[in-house]
């Protein structure tokens, strides 16, 4: 058969290959919460999430969407940020409707008490989408007047970029502090390592802008390092953990 006469079903299945790893982009990165969700919603129970996460994740995409518009960039990311901001939304609503449900005779906090001791820990979710819109009016705002100059808009992209990309530092100290990984997801690291990993070859077979492949690979550093803890403290413990609570990741349990 000639070379030619292949072309008829290879440029299919490289079309359905990047279909593929198009909609693995876009909704790969809310996979690790989907059995999350369904925990807290079984055991109406969020102590095991951090809602900082959700925190982290919506300034990241909120950014990363302001970016587009000063430098157009792959769709499956512009999608891939719209999905999670509503992934973080729903969690931050069943998380805050578990906890308001949990509580007995506590003092209700609103976004408008303006209160920073209680920042991101209000009674009512639409607290949170008010805090959430403020963010994104002032942030887009500032992003209207800038947007002629290249250095803001690059900037805008790499802060989008290396916020999401520090996510698991705080795990890593925490480890740290601990001497210790017990009560942490092994499953759920190999999750965050498989999934950085795909979405750094993504970003740099697609000649994505340089700030998403840079803090990709330091996504997949601090996975790698994390990792380590838990090989190190398993084989060779540092100390007993001292409290009664296991840590909790700053991405997901």
């Known amino acids: 058969m000639e070379p030619g006469g292949l072309e008829w079903l290879l440029v299919p299945m490289q079309q359905l290959v990047s279909w593929g790893a198009a909609g693995a982009m876009v909704f790969g990165g809310v996979v690790p919460y989907i059995p999350q969700y369904r925990d807290i919603r079984r ?21 990363r969407i302001l970016f587009w518009f000063g430098r157009r960039f792959e769709s499956p990311l512009l999608w891939q940020s719209i999905i999670m901001i509503i992934t973080m939304l729903l969690m931050l609503k069943l998380c805050t409707e578990v906890r308001v449900s949990n509580e007995l005779n506590v003092k209700r906090r609103s976004f ?37 100059s290249s250095f803001f808009v690059e900037t805008l992209g790499f802060l989008a970029v290396f916020t999401e990309a520090m996510l698991g530092v705080p795990q890593l100290y925490r480890n740290y502090q601990n001497r210790s990984t017990e009560g942490m997801s092994i499953k759920m690291v190999l999750m965050w390592s498989s999934g950085d990993t795909f979405k750094t070859v993504y970003f740099i077979l697609n000649q994505a802008p340089f700030q998403f492949s840079i803090c990709g690979l330091l996504q997949v550093f601090v996975d790698i390092a994390i990792l380590l803890q838990v090989y190190l403290y398993s084989h ?7 409290h009664t609570a296991h840590p909790t990741s700053t991405k997901a349990l």
């Open 236 to 242: 060779y413990p540092q100390k007993p953990v001292s």
């Open 43 to 63: 055991t109406q129970n969020a102590e095991g999430f951090s809602t900082y996460v959700c925190l982290v994740l919506l300034v990241a995409n909120i950014l």
């Open 112 to 148: 408008a008490d303006f209160d920073l001791n209680y920042f991101w820990h209000w009674s009512k979710f639409t607290d949170y989408v008010q805090c959430v819109l403020t963010f994104t009016g002032v942030t887009g705002y500032i992003t209207y007047l800038w947007l002629d």
